[in-house]
């Protein structure tokens, strides 16, 4: 066990602003459009690529920075959550923004934050606006932060837009029912800009038929199309082909099945702006490079990282990693307002035993209770540690699950063993 207190954290200056403030969440673009509107960020001098759905945005956004960097474009990247440093969020040219760019930001807007009562991610939102146009990046990816249709990325008017899928995830704003969360997610759509869908999977594509255009519709297994592999450790796209792009056996940087569909459709999304080079695709899909997403941070004893956090991503991770790696000890958590019960069930799958973490930040569920639920599922050793920072000193092949929040305090307890 570690002999130190406390995680280190990394300061975090726009998250401290808003610690202990609870601005009124209200489902709404009417602040983050005043606010733009004051800075005079209406239209701005970059191209953008707004990427929505339950799972996979996040890698998806990752392929599709990766493609556009390799073929030349100067690059903005903007995700959340940040993993360990809240510089992470934003990114130009895959390189998160320097601690006193942030410090710079954070002084300029803050009066913009406060007169306009601007929620943290719509403060987050704001500072990649106006990062991605003072860097004069060319083209620039927002990864939408919840749903969409109120979601305040919609402010960085895409010239493309992309869902990968819509499964059960944020119910409370969302709905409980998948075509309202459908709906949702589809309100990033804009009339003659291609909206390019994961697949045809009831009802993402029925409700866009309803709802879009369709000759502005891309959707998977109807016009472009991807199969492929993984062999242990390595993912490969075996072939994909959409319109004259026709690309076979090309190694992915990013581990998993599900990572070959958000390939396609980062391929697929760029390649309805520009002009793609068949060497130049493969040589970013195989650079691609995605923190806390099925990340091999430690071989012997394995560690394996990855922020799943609802239960049809946590089912994807099991079945992949029972597939191609076998048995492995889970690390797992859960937030307050997050359906992490079910969860518990396909994690059993791996192993008999669990250990089970409460994250520092506010929204981790309490330990206590994700013992008791362990216990219901089946465990027949349930393992309490008492902080994250007790995982890197585990001997045995472990799967840190359930949350971004903790792949990124294992993270920093991994850095921090380091330097002892």
Known sequence: MPPFGGLYYFFMLLYDLYKGKDYRIVPT???IQKAVKFLGLENLHYVSF???GTNGKGSTCAFLESILRHHGYKTGWFVSPHLVEEEERWRINGQKMPSTKLEHYVKELKGVFERFELTYFEACT?????????EKVDVAVFEVGMGGRWDATKMCNPSVCVITNVERDHTKWLGTDVESRAVEKLGIYRKGVPLILGSMKFPLYTKALEMCDPRDLIVGGLDFFSYGRISKEKTVLEEYVWKNMHIKEVPLGLWGKWQIGNASLAITAAGSLIKLNADILKEALKNT?????MEIV????????DGAHNT???????????KYIGGITPVFTGLKEKEWKESMYFLRELSERIYLVQIKHHRGEKLE????HAKEVGFREVVPLSSSEEVPYIDEDLLVIGSLYLVGE???AMEHARKL
């Not at 430690?298 to 990282?305: A, E, H, K, M, V």
């Not at 209770?369 to 008791?372: G, I």
Request: hydrophobic share 40%.
């Open 29 to 31: 673009l009417d602040r």
């Open 50 to 52: 707004q990427v929505g």
């Open 126 to 134: 704001l500072i990649a606006l106006k990062y991605f146009e003072d």
């Open 289 to 293: 490079y995605w923190e806390g997403r």
């Open 298 to 305: 430690r071989s012997n004893p394995l560690l394996i990282l």
């Open 312 to 322: 049809d991503s946590i089912k994807k991770v099991v079945r992949e990693v029972k």
């Open 369 to 372: 209770l994700l013992e008791k």
């Open 410 to 412: 294992v993270k920093s």
